[in-house]
């Protein structure tokens, strides 16, 4: 499977900001992907970042909330924009192996917003 | 009514002691069916597939009964490690998966 890193690990940010996640994997993936998973809950996914193209987003995630880049094969961005304290949760990236469907998780970013 | 759904548990058992629980899905054409583990502030990590026939990887076994539309796991052999949120998940042969909301289980001395 893919060795996946994030960065930060984590971060205490104030409401009203900010903050780009990078999400680097150690092998080209032609998608990668981006989940939220909120306190108590289990994951739902953000948005599919192809290289490329523009992502696709879930319903009930916008391009102007959580804007993501993915500039080459390896690697990938997505930023929480104007964040609030609902924005608080575990922000993960993830590839796919596309012969079995399995996917891999980064460590995962821990965000809270005050 | 949601797309995967699981007991949330927890289950607390004795080492050694053998513990089951299933996972109910709600899209017939689901093609994919995995296991994921999460231990607290981790990643999920993949503990298995789950193929059509049942398969056993150690003390884990994982049945598919699609006639029935759930997924299980069984943990013989419990050891205080297996202390984790288990996650069902399901795809329709997209990338897309749909998690469930966690099984806890705790092995206790």
């Known amino acids: 499977s893919a060795v996946i890193s994030q960065k930060p690990s984590r971060d205490i940010c104030q409401r009203g900001t900010s903050l780009t996640i990078q999400c680097q994997v150690d092998?080209?993936?032609?998608?990668m992907f981006w989940y939220r998973q909120q306190p108590g809950q289990s994951l739902t996914l953000i948005a599919t970042?192809?290289?490329?193209?523009?992502?696709?987003?879930e319903s009930g995630f916008v391009i102007d909330k959580f804007p993501i880049s993915r500039p080459n094969l390896t690697f990938s961005t997505l930023t929480v924009s104007n964040m609030s304290p609902e924005d608080s949760s575990i922000y993960l990236c993830?590839?796919?192996?596309?012969?079995?469907?399995?996917?891999?998780f980064g460590p995962g970013t821990r965000l809270t917003v005050t | 009514r949601k797309e995967v759904e699981q007991d949330p548990g927890p289950f607390n058992v004795p080492e050694g002691a053998t513990v089951a629980f299933n996972c109910t899905y709600s899209?017939?054409?689901?093609?994919?069916f995995f296991w994921y583990r999460q231990d607290c502030r981790k990643e999920p990590k993949l503990l298995m597939s789950?193929?059509?026939s049942g398969n056993e990887d150690g003390r884990f076994t994982a049945q598919l009964n699609r006639a029935s539309q759930y997924i299980s796991l069984l943990i013989r052999d419990s050891k205080l490690s297996d202390s984790a949120t288990y996650l069902c998940v399901v795809t329709d042969g997209d990338y897309k998966l749909s998690f469930g909301a966690g099984t806890t289980v705790t092995v206790r001395a």
């Open positions: 970042a192809n290289q490329g193209s523009e992502a696709t987003y």
């Open positions: 092998s080209q993936v032609t998608m």
């Open positions: 993830s590839v796919e192996d596309r012969s079995s469907y399995e996917q891999y």
């Open positions: 899209n017939s054409a689901s093609q994919s």
């Open positions: 789950v193929y059509s």
